[in-house]
């Protein structure tokens, strides 16, 4: 019950900093009617009310997970971060591939699955999100 209503303090504290920035951004003369600011609007409330849901309905045995698993949380972090570095540089395929492999392995300890899904994975997404939505990618640096 306690961890759970920490969690969702820390989700009403995030959401509140993420609300906050949100009223900064400028809306331009020939913007939207909707406006910029309504995404991250909509992002915010749902992430308040999820953080108040949490509090006022913890669940009633909770345990925090084992150092292991803070481990994987790390290296997927670490991972995601090394790519956005090495998207410009090496393009879509290569970083997506080695990121896709990582977290694939880290849920499940398949190295052959790991790779297959991976590779499935970037060349899927590159195809739909190059072709199908026209963004322009870069398939290799």
């Known amino acids: ?16 900093f993420y609300l906050y920035h949100a009223t900064l951004i400028p809306t331009g003369f020939l913007s939207d009617p909707v406006g910029s ?4 609007y909509i992002v915010a409330g749902v992430s308040l009310l999820c ?3 949490i509090i006022i309905f913890p669940d009633k045995i909770t345990d925090w997970p084992h150092l292991r698993v803070y481990g994987k949380i790390g290296i997927a ?7 956005a570095k090495t998207l410009r540089p090496y393009g879509f395929i ?13 849920i499940s300890p398949n190295i052959k ?18 072709y199908g939505l ?3 990618l870069f398939a290799f640096g």
Do not use: C, E, H, W
């Open 1 to 16: 019950m306690k961890a759970d209503r920490i969690f969702g303090l820390g989700v009403i504290l995030i959401a509140s």
């Open 37 to 40: 600011r309504t995404f991250p």
């Open 51 to 53: 953080g108040a849901l």
């Open 77 to 83: 972090l670490l991972a995601m971060y090394l790519f």
């Open 94 to 106: 290569i970083p997506s591939a080695v990121v896709a492999i990582i977290l694939s392995y880290l």
């Open 113 to 130: 699955n790991a790779i297959i899904t991976g590779l499935s994975l970037s060349i899927g997404l590159f195809l739909v999100l190059n």
């Open 134 to 136: 026209g963004l322009g």
